[in-house]
Structures are given as C-alpha cells and as structure tokens.
C-alpha cells in the first residue's frame, strides 16, 4: 500500500515539474518575442532639429579667398582719443581712427575675415585762418605729441599707421596733411616746431 502511495506522489511530482518547466519557457518565449533590440552606431544618429540648430554652421574661415585693402571705423578709440585732445585744451577737433588692412574675399563675394595691420588717425580742427603757418605749425605739434604718447601696442595692429591733420578756416579754406607716424615722431625728436614742422609734413 505504502509503495503504491509513493509511486503516486512521484509521478504527481514530475507532472508538476513538466508542467512548470513548459510555463516557464513560453513565458520566456513570450518575453524575447515582444523584446526590440535596437543597435545604435555612430553613423545612426540624427540630431533633433533643435540640436542642429544649436550646431554652428561650418566655418568658413578655411575657405579660399582673395586679399582686398579695407578699412573699419574704430569709434571706441576715436572717442577716447579725442578726449585726449580736450582735456588737453584742444577743442573743435572732431577725431575718426580706422584699422587698415585687408579683407578675405570669397569668389561669391563674401567677406571671411579682416586682418588688421594698422590703425590710422584723422583729425579735423576748425581754425580761425590759416594765414599763419607758425601758429599752425605749433598747433601741429602740440597735437602730435598727444597722439604719439598713445603706444602703438594700444591700437589695432602691427604697424604704425598713418596721421591726418585737416585744418578748416572760417573762410572755409582747407589745408590737409597726410605723413606716416613714425615720421611725425622722428621730427618731434628731433625739435622741430612752427612753419618748419609744417613745410616738413606737406611734403612728406
């Protein structure tokens, strides 16, 4: 009776057994069925527009282009410039400095960049006649010493640049003056004042 019992239970056991073992395989078939694997390279990612947009476009700083002379107005050191000159007691002087140099110039046109090589200073000044070249001539000098105070290292570029000097009278007579800096300072070295600075800078 007992060996019957137990031959009973033991095949109930391995009934069991198979049955749990065949759920439990459907259920992992069932599972790998609905699983997605997905494999991601490098090349497979796109961004979203918002991430292209906040891409910069490529630069075209490499582009081949063509080297044209150019000039930018440069109103920060023109402002400070002629500052220079009123607290200095030279008034009516109106000051437009310039970086000079060259842009690079696409075929289409278009401007890649701006190299720099100096930084050029006009100045225009409202005088009573200019009659007197003396008197010019030290008012000439007087303003040159206040520009060449000012370091070359301070300006844009490498360069010394150029200085312009345009004298208006009341008549609205017009004398300009157009020489190289370096040349400015070596004739304020060397002492030279009045109509002599003058002559020496005309013909320059």
Known sequence: MKIKFFAILLGCLLVLGMLNSCSFSERLQSLLEKATITVVTRDSITPSPEESQSQPPASLSEAPCAYIWASQSLPEESRQIEQLLNQAGIEDVRVVAEAFGE??????????????????????????????????????????????????????????????????????????????????????????EGEELLQKLQIK
């Open 103 to 192: 842009n690079c110039v696409t075929a289409e046109g278009q401007i890649v960049r701006f190299a720099v090589m100096q930084t050029d200073i006009r100045l225009f000044i409202n005088v009573q006649s200019l009659s007197d070249q003396t008197e010019l001539g030290n008012l000439t000098r007087n303003l040159l010493k206040i520009i060449t105070d000012i370091p070359v290292t301070d300006l844009p570029g490498s360069q010394p640049g150029y200085i312009g000097i345009q004298f208006i009278s009341e008549q609205e007579q017009v004398l300009n003056l157009w020489f190289r800096r370096d040349v400015a300072e070596e004739l304020l070295q060397a002492g030279v």
